[in-house]
């Protein structure tokens, strides 16, 4: 019998590098990413089902309605939101499935589908993910103030999360999370045949 | 500052292999194991606070209603417990501590300890666990099936431990603990001081 796979949540601050971190589980890994819903339109090379699942407003209320989100929320007039039903193959299936989201957007998730994984990811401290967001090159001083005015608000709600993966390399970051999901299949609340096989049932 | 260790109790039935993966978490990984106070008389050559912390019947009495015991219990007339103390300070020193108990010892333990994790370890199947409590060659026949159905009686309060540990080989299972104890340490739970070094106030 195929276990099933594990949903793991990962938010964290903008600059903490989860972006680089996904990529590489996604690709090394064969973690399955999760494709977000949402109702602006395409952009030129996006696909419908690779990048996003396009879908109108009132598809996406009924979506709603139907409780066939995990979570959703509406940004400068359109909605985004994550389909359930993704995840849910994919998990089913035995895959591994990365969603990355703000903070939010995660204790909806963890709500509706307790056994998913939060992961909350930090640079080592704020001076670092300072030089992070200033490394880039791509915003200017005030726009990174803000930033780290933000990351730590979304620090807050850091007790909210299961673990917290420190992000001095992405070698580690990504062993890290690597660790923490062989150890969540082995909890016992995701083993629950072990019972059935000792007795034969299985 | 120093990252407090994790105390890791470990249950099974008899012939799963806890004993042995134990020594080795000892001896490799530098585990400490945690030694139990008694009232039965020190055997030749048992140190006390090596083998165990040996004391009267009153010294435990006083112990049990100090609440210095994470857990006792008495078999033929003697008491055994696990001192708080000893526990305690290894953790603060940050290491890592091992508990080998069984269940209902291990059940007490988690409700005064509820940072503690509790891992069940179990041979892939009864049959196998069958085989090693053979190819011991220290039991009888009826002896062995008592200890599969007492196996089978353990099983029925797998769910209120956190990991299952499956014993395949050694080698596997150790690694396993040492997945688990890794994860343990990057809960949020055990890293609360993460809010303030981003403040700045450590």
């Known amino acids: 019998m195929k276990k099933q796979g594990i949903l793991l949540i990962i938010s964290g601050p903008s600059g903490s590098g989860k972006g680089t971190i996904v990529g590489q589980l996604c690709e090394k890994n064969d973690f399955a990413l999760s494709i977000s819903a949402t109702t602006r339109k395409p952009r030129e090379k996006e696909e419908h089902g690779v990048h996003y699942f396009f879908h109108t407003r009132e598809e996406f209320e009924q979506m709603k309605e139907r409780k066939e989100l995990l979570e959703w929320a509406e ?70 103030n803000m930033r780290l005015r933000r990351a730590l608000e979304e620090m807050e709600l850091v007790e909210e999360y299961d673990y917290l993966v420190i992000n001095d390399t992405v070698e580690q970051a990504a062993e890290d999370i690597l660790t923490i999901v062989d150890a969540e299949g082995m909890k016992c609340s995701r083993n629950k045949d072990i019972k059935k096989i000792f007795k034969g049932e299985m």
Chains 1, 2 share one sequence.
């Open 75 to 144: 940004f400068c007039g359109n909605y985004y939101g994550t389909p359930r039903k993704y995840v849910t193959e994919q998990l089913m299936q035995g895959k591994n499935v990365i969603l990355e989201i703000e903070v939010q957007g995660a204790l909806q998730v963890k709500k509706i589908y307790p056994e998913g994984v939060l992961v909350f990811m930090v640079p080592p401290n704020l001076e670092e993910l300072g030089r992070r967001l200033t490394n880039r090159g791509t915003e200017d001083k005030e726009t990174i």
